[in-house]
C-alpha cells in the first residue's frame, strides 16, 4: 500500500461554513464528482477552535454528513476535544471518519492539559492531526517533537496527517522546495515501508490560508509535489499516488480540482487527475 496524500486540509471558521446552503457547495460537489471520480481521494474539514458550542458542533457535524453522502473517497473532519464523544455519535455510520487536531506522545502520567492516544481511540477518532503550521507558528512545535508524534499516532493504530508548507517569505525566497523537502524528511524519520500505509501528507502552504491565494500548477507548486515525492522514496522507499493541494477556498479548490497537475512519477510526462480536493477553509 502505497502513501496516500491529502489534496487539502479544511479549515472552518464557525458552524455554518459547511452549510449544504451555500451556493459554491453545489456546484463544488458536482465538479469534483465529475471530474475526479476515477481517483482515491481524503476530504478533511479541520474545525480549529470552532464552533463555539457543543449544539452548533452536532448541527454542523450533521451538515456535513449530509453533503459528503455521495462524494466519493474517505471524508473526515478533525474536531475539538470536548465535541469529540458526541460528533463521533453523529458521524456514525456516515463515511465521515472522526479526527483529533493534536494528541500527546504519553499514554498516562502527569502531564496537565495532554490528551493520549489511548483517550482519542475510546471517542471513536480514527486520524489524527501532526505538524500544523499553527502548532509549528504559535504553539512552537518542532520537526522533532512532530515526528515523535508522528510515529505515536501510528504506533497506535490510527491514520497520521502530516502537515507541510511553506510561509510566504519563504515561497517569496524560492525556499518552498526546500522547506518542504526538509519538514517531510524529518517528520518521516523513522517512519518504515509499511508504516506509510497509514500516513497522509497534507502540504499545505501557510501563504494559501485565508489569503484567497490558490496553488495552481503555473506555480511552484508542482515541482513542490514533485520533489515530496522524491523525499518520500528516499525516506522509505515509497512514493504518494497524487500531487499536493492547499488550503484554499471552496471555489478556489473545485477550481484547483480540474486542472491536471503532472506528476513526479518514472513517466514524467504522463499526466493524470489529481485527487479531489477537499472542502476547504470558508472564512467569514
Not at 519563504?170 to 526538509?182: F, G, H, K, T
Not at 485565508?210 to 508542482?222: D, H, I, N, R
Amino acid at each position: 500500500m502505497g502513501l496516500k496524500l491529502l489534496v487539502a486540509l479544511a479549515a472552518f471558521s464557525g458552524a455554518s461554513a459547511f452549510a449544504p446552503s451555500t451556493s459554491v457547495l453545489p456546484s463544488a460537489r458536482r465538479s469534483v464528482r465529475a471530474s475526479l471520480a476515477m481517483r482515491d481521494s481524503y476530504m478533511a474539514g479541520n474545525w480549529k477552535l470552532n464552533p463555539e458550542s457543543l449544539d452548533d458542533a452536532k448541527a454542523l457535524a450533521k451538515e456535513v454528513v449530509e453533503a459528503s453522502s455521495d462524494m466519493p473517497g474517505e471524508s473526515a473532519v478533525f474536531v475539538p476535544f470536548p465535541y469529540l464523544g458526541a460528533v463521533g455519535d453523529v458521524l456514525e455510520g456516515s463515511k465521515v471518519q472522526l479526527g483529533a487536531q493534536d494528541c500527546y506522545i504519553e499514554a498516562k502520567g502527569a502531564y496537565t492539559g495532554a490528551v493520549s492516544m489511548g483517550m482519542l481511540k475510546s471517542t471513536g477518532v480514527k486520524a489524527v492531526l501532526a505538524g500544523h503550521s499553527e502548532r509549528r507558528s504559535i504553539f512552537g512545535e518542532d520537526d522533532d517533537t512532530i515526528n515523535k508524534k508522528v510515529l505515536t499516532i501510528i504506533e497506535s493504530g490510527l491514520d497520521c496527517i502530516l502537515c507541510i508548507g511553506e510561509t510566504q517569505e519563504e515561497y517569496d525566497m524560492d525556499l518552498n522546495n526546500e522547506v518542504c523537502a526538509l519538514q517531510l524528511a524529518k517528520g518521516l524519520q523513522g517512519v518504515s515501508e509499511e508504516m506509510l500505509s497509514k500516513v497522509i501528507i497534507a502540504y499545505e502552504p501557510v501563504w494559501a490560508i485565508g489569503t484567497g491565494k490558490v496553488a495552481t500548477p503555473e506555480s511552484k507548486c508542482a515541482t513542490t509535489q514533485t520533489r515530496m515525492r522524491n523525499v518520500t522514496r528516499a525516506s522509505a522507499r515509497a512514493a504518494p499516488a497524487s500531487p499536493p493541494f492547499p488550503t484554499a477556498s471552496l471555489d478556489q479548490s473545485r477550481r484547483a480540482c480540474t486542472r491536471t497537475f503532472v506528476h513526479g512519477s518514472p513517466k514524467p510526462t504522463r499526466r493524470r487527475r489529481p485527487r479531489p480536493c477537499a472542502f476547504s477553509t470558508a472564512a467569514q
